[in-house]
């Protein structure tokens, strides 16, 4: 058993993972979510892009410390026409990533509003990561960033400050909602085992789990222990380069 | 004895040593002599020789000491030989004769030295004779035996030399042999090298057919080791003697053994695929996917365990359909989806939304399973379905698991749908149901049976619609007017046109932009032409009972200010272009009978008509002004008449057409009115003017009142160019 679990480790493709999230991409139309998306997915701008119709699904998996998490994105559409729509994908969402241009005034103005709907119909342990696109326009620039970062820690929620032009910072906001939603889990508030919470095992994580059920929870911890201390550092001191740099 | 023979010899020596001090005295007194007497003297000289002759030189007394063993010997020779001769004699003898033999041994030594020697010399030469005598008969013997010898070494160097030719064709043989071992160990080699590549170990063979070794990554290289076996024995067949026997049994075997392998494979997968029961996210290990690969060699297989997948995420996806229905989330959040059963949008698009989102996830574990790489698709562009094997696979199975979750979702959107009593709710419904049958095929196909079903619901959903908006069309045929009904469009038309508004704008909010104009217009095409086409045929109809029951109503105005409604409502949107140039074309012909009838009122109440009928009604060849109202007097009064309307304000703005709400068309057809009256008082005047009619001074009776026969002036007032305006 031992012996085809190291093979199986050997051989592994990129595919498996331990956890899956699911992520929705909210904010009003135009600010670019479908871009940051796309530029985050694919590692490329999106030119010539049209307004998202209804809701759009896209997955990548990222490493985070030794774990493997796949992110599956719903992105939606932010013309108030398919709010009724996109309201339905809120559903069991663990992460939120809440974009608005910070060289358009009236999409920050309304964050407020979609934040409330966000976590009226996401999964109570929400994790939502506000996000200030465009950061490549800094002479167009309408809101401040540290207007938008006093706005993020007075509703608890993470803040960076992206460009899906030039691929600034792009995946900040996904690490961040994943690290926070990993420490979760770690820390028991989230259940992957349950159903809803838009979390669940991967295979590797499962087969660890399985295999050795001994050894399963002290690993799996043991391990993560190390991963809050470098977080501390990175999401709780959100240094103005990391956000602001070109 | 001997001892005391030796000393008894030596005393004469003993007895010279003293005497040598002595000697040398003497000496010493003739160097003296000599000194004083010559030395001359020969036989001093003899003398002195002999005296000067030193015996401790140690040759002259090894010499004499050799002389005196001799003579010992002799004695003990003769000794010997006495007693040889007389060995019974006792020893008081020979002590006798040893003593006698002492005392004369100098003296016969001096006299028989040399007889002795010679005697001596003879007996040694005798003795010499003797020995050689027995070596010469001891060589011969060893002649003897040399010769032995060397006929034994020849019979054995010929038995060598047959040997020899003997073991030569055996060397030969071993020569041979050793190059046949070669040759078959060459033969094993390749032997081993064969059934090391043409045959699985025993380990191998117990990896593929035991139950109880694991499906691993082991199992997988023995499966491709027995799968090139295969391959490689091909070779075998095809060689220039047709297939060999042992490609065929080489072939035959592993085959068993790879089939064999192939069952397990297939129980394997069919186990794990039965662990598939979480939710819609899940992950597929390389093993799996390693073994569904193979599998895909043998269809029939694969079909079996992928119908077992399909049973268990068939189920799955019920219950967890069912679990967001009614359970929600861990501890009730996110709620159940039934709890907004209320809010049929809510209730239909959360149930959609989740079927979406459980469609994208089931895709992307198959993809996973069958190890498709998600095509590079752009974020918002539609999925082009490419002809491949996985992906009638993954089409095949996303159709089965989504299989059982068809019927409640069917059941509930059908109960939502006919429970509403509202169109606009219904034909929202019906367009959600639209969106998301769009948005899914996107990711399921056209084909698929969960596009079915979404279409037979939206089909269902619109159904329902349209029958609502039949009865409401049906509810409206049977509008009453009110008896204070004025021209204005009656309330039932309002409340038409206003779900028709909401109709349209829940329409255009479904609209997802990037449809053709046609496209737009067949989209509205059928509710369009049944409300509107409704509309007006309940104001024809109620227009022309009220005009029945009412001939002064006026119903032309009516059926116009309604026409003119519709436009309204619906000239804004570009899908109704030809519904509105329809409406257009309605207004257009009734304005037109509008016209000629204001103008029939217009030139009675200008006291024209009657003129104009004599002037139309003319045939016979009687002049003019002598019939009826155009004799000269009646006509001056109609002229009189005419002139006092032209200074009325009707002639600027009908009060009957102030009614309608079009003003720019009230106008229009106003001035139209006013442009055949103008003709008709210029026929007037023609008639007049014509000698035939025999008119005293016709300019007098037509200068007698505004416009004094003048069609400018008139035009003026009237405020119409001439022709068109």
Redesign the interface.
């Known amino acids: 058993m031992s012996s085809e679990d190291n093979e199986g480790d050997a051989t592994e493709l990129l595919e498996t993972y331990d956890f899956l999230l699911k992520f929705i991409v909210i904010g009003e139309a135009g600010t670019g979510k479908s871009c940051l998306l796309h530029h985050f997915t694919h590692n490329r701008f999106k030119d010539h892009s049209q307004h998202t119709i209804g809701v759009e699904f896209s997955s990548r998996t990222i490493k985070l410390g030794e774990k493997r998490i796949k992110l599956q994105l719903w992105d939606t559409a932010g013309q108030e026409r398919f709010r009724s729509v996109t309201r339905s994908y809120y559903r069991g969402a663990a992460g939120a990533i809440l974009v608005y241009d910070i060289t358009n005034r009236s999409s920050f103005t309304n964050l407020f509003r979609w934040l409330e709907d966000a976590r009226a119909l996401a999964s109570p342990h929400l994790v939502t990561v506000l996000v200030g696109n465009k950061s490549d326009r800094e002479e167009d620039r309408e809101v401040e960033w540290s207007e938008a970062s006093q706005w993020a820690s007075q509703n608890g929620v993470h803040f960076v400050e992206t460009s899906s032009l030039s691929g600034d910072n792009v995946e900040s906001p996904f690490l961040l909602a994943a690290r926070a939603i990993l420490l979760s889990i770690e820390s028991g508030v989230l259940d992957p085992e349950k159903a809803g919470s838009g979390v669940s095992y991967g295979d590797r994580a499962l087969r660890r789990v399985n295999s050795s059920s001994r050894l399963s929870f002290g690993s799996l911890s043991g391990r993560k222990k190390r991963n809050p201390i470098r977080l501390k550092i990175k999401d709780l001191v959100p240094s103005p380069l990391q956000g602001r740099c070109c | 004895m001997a001892s005391t023979s030796t000393r008894s010899a030596r005393p004469p020596f003993n007895s010279s040593s003293p005497s040598s001090s002595s000697q040398a005295n003497l000496r010493n007194q003739e160097d003296k002599l000599k000194g004083s007497t010559a030395a001359r003297n020969p036989i001093s000289v003899r003398l002195h020789k002999v005296l000067a002759t030193n015996y401790d030189d140690p040759a002259i007394r090894e010499a004499l000491e050799t002389l005196s063993d001799l003579y010992r010997n002799r004695d003990d020779v003769g000794k010997r030989a006495s007693e040889e001769v007389g060995s019974s004699q006792t020893g008081g003898s020979i002590a006798v004769e040893k003593l006698t033999v002492g005392s004369g041994i100098a003296a016969r030594a001096r006299k028989n030295l040399r007889r002795d020697a010679e005697i001596k010399l003879t007996q040694s030469t005798q003795q010499f004779l003797k020995a050689f005598k027995e070596v010469d008969s001891k060589l011969d013997g060893l002649q003897e035996h040399i010769d032995a010898m060397q006929s034994r070494c020849d019979e054995a160097q010929g038995q060598l030399q047959s040997t020899n030719e003997e073991c030569k064709s055996l060397l030969d043989r071993a020569g041979g042999l050793r190059s046949a071992r070669h040759a078959v160990n060459d033969r094993q080699f390749a032997v081993d090298s064969f059934i090391i590549r043409f045959s699985l170990t025993e380990n191998e063979i117990n990896t593929l057919q035991s139950r109880d070794i694991?499906v691993?990554?082991?199992f997988f290289r023995t499966m491709r080791k027995a799968d090139r076996i295969i391959q490689d024995a091909r070779v075998l067949m095809s060689g220039d003697e047709g297939p060999s026997k042992a490609g065929v049994e080489i072939i035959s075997t592993t085959s068993q053994q790879l089939e064999q392998g192939y069952d397990k494979i297939a129980r394997w997968c069919a186990l794990e695929f039965r662990q598939f029961v979480?939710?819609a996210?899940l992950?597929?290990?390389?093993?799996m996917?390693e073994a569904v690969k193979w599998l895909r060699n043998r269809p029939e297989l694969l079909t079996d365990a992928l119908s077992v997948l399909a049973q268990t995420r068939q189920a799955t996806l019920l219950n967890?359909f069912m679990?967001?229905l009614t359970r929600?989330?861990?501890?009730g959040?996110?709620r159940p989806?039934e709890i907004h059963a209320h809010d049929p949008?809510?209730y239909v698009?959360?149930m959609?939304?989740?079927v979406?989102?459980a469609i994208?996830?089931e895709r992307?574990f198959l993809e996973?399973l069958f190890d498709v790489k998600?095509e590079?698709?752009?974020?918002?562009s539609v999925r082009i379905f490419k002809e491949s094997e996985e992906e009638e696979w993954i089409q095949d199975l996303m159709d089965k698991a989504f299989e059982k979750l068809r019927s409640p979702l069917r059941l509930r959107v059908r109960q939502t749908i006919r429970s509403q009593e509202s169109s606009i709710t219904t034909y929202k419904v019906a367009n959600?149901l639209t969106?998301y049958n769009t948005?899914m095929q996107r990711?399921i196909g056209e084909k698929a049976g969960l596009s079915n079903t979404l279409n037979e619901i939206s089909d269902e959903a619109y159904g329902v619609f349209f029958d609502t908006l039949e009865a409401q069309a049906r509810n409206l045929a049977r509008t009453i007017l009110p008896d204070n009904q004025d021209v204005q469009p009656p309330a039932t038309l309002l409340d038409h046109t206003q779900i028709l508004r909401e109709i349209i704008s829940v329409y255009t909010?479904s609209l997802?932009?990037?449809e053709s104009m046609d496209e737009k217009r067949e989209g509205f095409r059928s509710v369009l032409d049944l409300t509107v086409d409704a509309s007006i045929s309940m104001c024809s109809s109620v227009a022309d009972a009220r005009k029945v029951q009412k001939p002064t109503w006026d119903k032309d105005t009516f059926l116009l200010n309604c026409l003119d409604h519709l436009l309204v409502v619906l000239r804004p949107h570009d899908f109704a272009d030809y519904k509105v140039k329809a409406l257009q074309d309605e207004i257009e012909s009734r304005a037109d009978l509008l016209a000629s009838d204001h103008y029939q009122n217009i030139i009675h109440e200008a006291g024209l008509a009657d003129c104009l009928a004599v002037c139309n009604d003319k045939t016979s060849n009687e002049p003019l002004s002598h019939i009826g109202a155009m004799q000269p007097r009646e006509l001056a009064s109609h002229l009189q008449a005419f002139a006092q309307w032209l200074s009325s304000p009707d002639v600027v703005r009908s009060p009957r057409l102030a009614h309608l709400n079009d003003q720019r068309l009230a106008d229009r057809v106003h001035r139209e009115a006013l442009r055949s009256l103008a003709a008709a008082y210029e026929k007037v005047c023609v008639e007049v003017r014509k000698p035939e009619n025999r008119y005293e001074a016709a300019n007098t009776v037509l200068g007698g009142a505004r416009p004094f026969g003048s069609l400018n002036a008139l035009r003026q007032i009237m405020g119409v160019g001439e022709g068109s305006g």
């Open positions: 694991q691993d990554a082991n979480r939710d996210q992950d597929v290990s390389p093993l996917r967890t679990d967001a929600g989330g861990p501890g959040i996110p989806i949008l809510r698009g959360d959609l939304a989740w979406h989102q994208a996830g992307e996973a998600g590079d698709r752009m974020v918002g959600l969106f948005t990711t909010g997802l932009g990037n």
